[in-house]
């Protein structure tokens, strides 16, 4: 019988540096069955442990496309997040999970997609992009529109590179305060809207970042035309046991960790206005 708060030992097998504070992880499990069984879907996330320290919720951003291994990008935030943070390659983490929906890729096949992000709310739709990138020919074109504080916190910085070259595909960004050198957009996100056309017709809209960020880009996209049903974003909540137990990240009658991450704007209007900042 499978124990829904067992986790599984995973062993780090590379860390790349994003930001300042920001790592993305490549673990594979120990025991072989489990790692050629375990599967995931685009947008889902893992509770992410740390024996003697804790536990906590993490997007998977590897794409599922690529077998084998997960990725995590974690910010050093927090008790659990500095401990892993302090661990190396060859080091031991422990993972359950995957919890959660996912993006509706089936849905999206065919479509012209906007990847909107801010900040570390990149992460999280990395599993969704290079999933739409591995199999390019299905959809429409594709725009990422990525703001972060400062050129130090871009992340994903030789993806960003690579996503650009592919065709059909745009890469815009901007950040609040530029370096010398920096060679893009400064300004929120928004400001992106007067670098490049952003079109409703036969598109949808992925956003993930700062709750104040996709309040205004919420806006922006409904005086593009976007309609609720065509605005899909992954929230963040403090979903403490991934299972809908504890209550923690309830909204309304919804639980995040079951019921999300991922809702359509639509979705989201419904719930109580108390609980969110759009």
């Given at each position: 019988m499978k124990n829904d708060y067992l986790p599984h030992k995973a062993k780090i097998t590379s860390i790349q540096k994003e930001s300042f504070d920001t790592n993305t992880y490549k673990v594979v499990f120990d025991d072989k069955?489990?790692?050629?069984?375990?599967?995931?879907?685009?947008g889902q996330f893992a509770e992410i442990s740390v024996l003697g320290v804790g536990e906590a919720p993490i997007s998977i951003t590897s794409s599922p496309t690529r077998k084998g291994f997960l990725e995590f990008s974690i910010r050093n935030t927090g008790k659990v997040t500095r401990a892993i943070h302090d661990?190396?390659?060859?080091?031991?983490?422990?993972?359950?999970?995957?919890?959660?929906?996912?993006?509706?890729?089936?849905?999206?096949?065919?479509?012209?997609?906007?990847?909107?992000?801010?900040?570390?709310?990149?992460?999280?739709?990395?599993?969704?992009?290079?999933?739409?990138?591995?199999?390019?020919?299905?959809?429409?074109?594709?725009?990422?529109?990525?703001?972060?504080?400062?050129p130090d916190e871009v992340c994903f910085k030789k993806e960003l590179e690579e996503w650009k070259n592919i065709p059909n595909t745009e890469v815009w960004l901007t950040v609040d305060k530029p370096c010398d050198g920096w060679g893009c957009s400064v300004g929120v996100v928004t400001e992106l809207w007067k670098e490049t056309n952003v079109h409703p017709e036969n598109a949808v809209a992925i956003l993930c970042g700062p709750p104040i960020m996709i309040k205004f880009v919420i806006a922006r996209l409904a005086e593009s035309g976007f309609k609720d049903i065509d605005i899909v974003m992954t929230l963040e909540r403090y979903m403490k046991c991934g299972?809908?137990?504890?209550?923690?990240?309830?909204?309304?009658?919804?639980?995040?960790?079951?019921?999300?991450?991922?809702?359509?704007?639509?979705?989201?209007?419904?719930?109580?206005?108390?609980?969110?900042?759009?």
């Open positions: 069955k489990i790692k050629d069984t375990f599967d995931y879907k685009q661990l190396k390659v060859n080091d031991p983490l422990f993972v359950r999970g995957p919890y959660g929906n996912s993006f509706p890729y089936d849905e999206l096949k065919g479509k012209n997609l906007y990847f909107i992000a801010g900040g570390i709310g990149l992460p999280p739709l990395r599993s969704l992009i290079n999933m739409v990138m591995d199999n390019r020919k299905e959809f429409g074109h594709v725009k990422i529109l990525y703001g972060a504080k400062t299972i809908g137990k504890c209550g923690h990240c309830n909204i309304g009658e919804k639980f995040v960790c079951i019921d999300g991450p991922v809702f359509t704007y639509n979705q989201v209007k419904a719930f109580p206005t108390k609980e969110h900042a759009f």
